[in-house]
């Protein structure tokens, strides 16, 4: 079983719509949760970045992290053609295991106007 | 503040071959680390350099290395080329060699052994 899980799509939705983007996890040494967008032939782009059980806000992206269910979201508002991309979860765990971040295999979205 | 850079960002070697790759993290990032990406198996920890020692290493053969310079920039080194190391290979640098730390990526050099 992989330590992180994530939907790896192909979701499809119409411009303006609400994204939910999904990660479940096993581990629970994972302490630091992310989301990262990457577009075709890029390299991953830091989104979000959260520490504890809650909500984190940002523009029109919500991250949410659920510890005792080891569950993360991200939601993406009034979605727009160029929020189309591959959107990957990450995590990481303690400070004596470095910077190692586990990651989903990634969700691919695609915003049509 | 200029983001991470990687060089080249394209390669093409031959099965057997070596090849070098560079990266330069963001100014007054002391921590880099390496992943490989591929298409079936996603993007894959490598190894994490700070302040010039590898701090952590995932499960690659030792065909895989790395070293990290005093300024902070580092390379990865892959030497007997086989076709299943075409891949995309990122790094991404931040201030510690921490999970609490975010971690910036640059564009990847993307590799293709043939």
């Known amino acids: 079983q992989k330590e992180v899980e994530q939907d790896p799509g192909p979701l499809s939705v119409p411009e303006g719509a609400i994204v939910s983007l999904n990660c479940t996890y096993s581990?629970?040494?994972?302490?630091?949760f992310m989301w990262y967008r990457q577009y075709s032939r890029k390299g991953p782009e830091l989104l979000m970045y959260?520490?504890?059980?809650g909500n984190k806000e940002d523009g029109r992206f919500t991250a949410q992290v659920d510890k005792s269910s080891k569950y993360i979201s991200l939601f993406i508002r009034d979605s727009q053609p160029s929020d189309s991309a591959t959107y990957l979860c990450?995590?990481?765990?303690?400070?004596?295991?470095?910077?190692?971040?586990?990651f989903g295999e990634g969700t691919q979205l695609t915003v049509n106007p | 503040k200029a983001g991470v850079t990687q060089t080249p960002r394209y390669l093409i070697k031959t099965r057997g071959q070596q090849v070098t790759l560079s990266c330069s993290p963001i100014?007054?990032?002391?921590?880099v680390s390496w992943y490989q990406q591929t298409p079936g198996q996603g993007l894959q920890f490598l190894f994490e350099?700070?302040?010039?020692?590898?701090?952590n290493k995932g499960n690659f053969p030792g065909r895989f290395s790395g070293r990290q310079f005093s300024n902070s920039r580092s390379e990865m080194n892959v030497s007997t080329l086989e076709l299943g190391d075409s891949a995309l290979y990122l790094c991404?640098?931040?201030?510690?060699?921490?999970?609490?730390?975010?971690?910036?990526f640059g564009p990847g050099t993307r590799l293709t052994v043939t």
């Open positions: 991404a640098s931040s201030w510690g060699a921490s999970g609490s730390y975010e971690q910036y």
């Open positions: 581990n629970s040494a994972f302490q630091y």
């Open positions: 959260t520490y504890s059980s």
């Open positions: 990450a995590m990481s765990a303690r400070e004596t295991s470095g910077s190692r971040l586990t």
């Open positions: 100014s007054g990032h002391r921590s």
């Open positions: 350099y700070f302040s010039e020692t590898q701090r």
